[in-house]
């Protein structure tokens, strides 16, 4: 029987009717979009974010960047320490003091008992505090240089964070266009119900697609909130802040410069070959420590008044009785710790330079599968649809073939944003893999008063 244009009472929608639910379901997106209609009028007055600017910002917010710099102040801190004579070291003693007979606990009768005080220094030599000055001043180039991986690391992934929230920006815009398309899809569908030329199962089809669209635009809003928060995170500005033209992924810092030259300066080798240096002062300390310091003390002793005072002068040096078995063991310790970074550091560039070419070969794939896309699949996906939609203009297709190539069209919006995100992470790591010198200047915290004083005591 054919479906009348005319609902009668017991077709018209009811409480839980399905044609109610999507009803509720598109009251809800329309309130969504009423309440950020607002959005895009503040996100416009502000300057727009592109990709380098949120990392540099990233980099200069970032605290962990920050212990590293306050820890290589340390170090320098100690290397000026370490320079120095050790304290000298003021002695009162009572010697000598009598525990029996007729001048028991007396500190005057017994000729022997005295009264001393006695200055003590120990002359630590100076190739020894240089071997001291130089291995804290190597740790502060390692701590420097952990601040550079960090850095790096920070901008990799607020760079990231800046092509996800793209990403998401574009997936909802995709899902906007695709609703709109099926909106008047459904309008269609129900114009050609009532000229008796469509059919239910046409309506109800273009209505479900819409549903579809619609439950995946609610997942593709919280997405895109979320990646939001994460680039704020990152730069610490607005989450509505609107991003600036994307880059050309065509190029990246690797493009013009010999790679292998290149990774030479990747922060974690330059960390690595920091740590070898500090093991190779510390190796030198070991080497300075074979020769023992010798301290001198000078002593005045006061006794009773019939007998005189005394002045004593002593000089003490440590015996190194057993040094193959420790000083010579400390030191080849040393320089077998040094040995052991030496060889790391040259596993780390081996591994380093195969992972980057891995980087460049999926990044120069995912730029051929991006213009597979554009060139020859969209333009296919677009010629299905038209010609699905001619044919059923022309009765000889149903409706669900339209459907069924716009839901193409959708898919493959969406596996080219996937693929241009994937592409993108790979530039951001190539592009950042050594971080941005502008960041190297970032100042370092300052120390508080309270602190300083303290210090100072």
Aim: proline share 5%.
């Amino acid at each position: 029987m054919p479906f009348s244009s005319s609902a009668s009472a017991s077709q018209r929608p009811r409480r839980g009717h399905p044609w109610v639910t999507h009803a509720r379901l598109a009251a809800a997106l329309l309130l969504s979009h009423m309440a950020h209609a607002q959005a895009p009028a503040a996100a416009s007055a502000m300057p727009a974010l592109s990709v380098h600017e949120a990392a540099r910002a990233a980099a200069v917010r970032a605290a962990s960047p920050t212990a590293a710099e306050a820890a290589a102040q340390a170090a320098r801190e100690l290397a000026v320490a370490s320079a120095q004579l050790p304290d000298p070291v003021l002695r009162l003693s009572l010697d000598n003091v009598p525990v029996d007979g007729p001048d028991a606990f007396s500190t005057t009768r017994d000729f022997m008992t005295q009264r001393s005080v006695s200055l003590m220094q120990t002359f630590t030599r100076e190739d020894k505090r240089n071997a001291r000055v130089d291995r804290f001043r190597r740790e502060a180039d390692a701590a420097q240089a952990e601040r550079r991986v960090r850095i790096a690391a920070v901008q990799r992934e607020a760079a990231i964070a800046w092509f996800e929230r793209r990403a998401a920006e574009q997936r909802l815009a995709l899902l906007r266009v695709q609703r709109e398309e099926a909106r008047l899809q459904i309008e269609a569908a129900e114009a050609a119900l009532r000229a008796g030329h469509g059919s239910a199962a046409d309506t109800i089809g273009a209505r479900d697609a819409l549903a579809q669209i619609d439950q995946a635009e609610l997942a593709a809003r919280a997405e895109l909130a979320n990646t939001r928060r994460m680039l704020a995170r990152w730069t610490g500005g607005p989450d509505e802040q609107p991003l600036a033209a994307a880059p050309k992924l065509e190029r990246h810092a690797f493009v013009v410069h010999d790679l292998a030259d290149r990774l030479q300066q990747h922060p974690d080798l330059v960390q690595l070959a920091a740590r070898e240096a500090v093991a190779a002062s510390e190796a030198d300390i070991a080497r300075a420590e074979r020769e023992p310091d010798w301290t001198a003390e000078l002593m005045y002793s006061l006794r009773g008044s019939r007998y005189s005072n005394m002045m004593s002068v002593a000089i003490s040096v440590p015996l190194p009785w057993d040094r193959p078995q420790r000083q010579d063991r400390e030191l080849a310790a040393r320089l077998a710790q040094a040995e052991a970074l030496r060889a790391e550091r040259v596993e780390l560039g081996r591994d380093q330079l195969a992972r980057t070419q891995v980087w460049i070969e999926a990044w120069r794939a995912g730029l051929a599968r991006l213009a597979l896309i554009d060139l020859e699949r969209e333009p296919l996906a677009r010629q299905r649809v038209d010609a699905a939609l001619g044919a059923y203009r022309g009765g000889s297709a149903a409706l669900a073939a339209v459907l069924e190539a716009r839901r193409a069209v959708l898919a493959l919006g969406m596996d080219r944003i996937d693929v241009e995100l994937e592409t993108a992470r790979l530039w951001a790591r190539l592009e950042f893999l050594i971080p941005d010198p502008d960041t190297r200047a970032v100042p370092a915290p300052a120390v508080p008063a309270a602190a300083t004083s303290e210090a100072s005591r």
